[in-house]
């Protein structure tokens, strides 16, 4: 994940490997983890009062020999 965050209104964005390194067999599958993530944050935000402006998840697709 990169999260990027407007400090002092230039943009800090941060790289974090939260991953599992799961390969999913199903698109559908690694989507729907992605969107529960993706509510987990912004939970984690609404809770603290941080705003944003836009978040984006989702999955990106590897070549593997499985």
Do not use: W
């Not at 989507?31 to 935000?45: N, P, Q, S, V």
């Amino acid at each position: 994940m990169t999260m990027c965050i407007l400090v002092n209104g230039e943009l800090k964005c941060t790289d974090y490997d939260d991953s599992t390194a799961f390969v999913y067999k199903q698109l559908a599958d690694c989507e729907r983890d992605a969107a529960m993530r993706f509510y987990g944050l912004t939970d984690i935000f609404h809770q603290y009062g941080q705003p944003y402006e836009r978040i984006v998840v989702g999955c990106d697709e590897v070549n593997s020999e499985y």
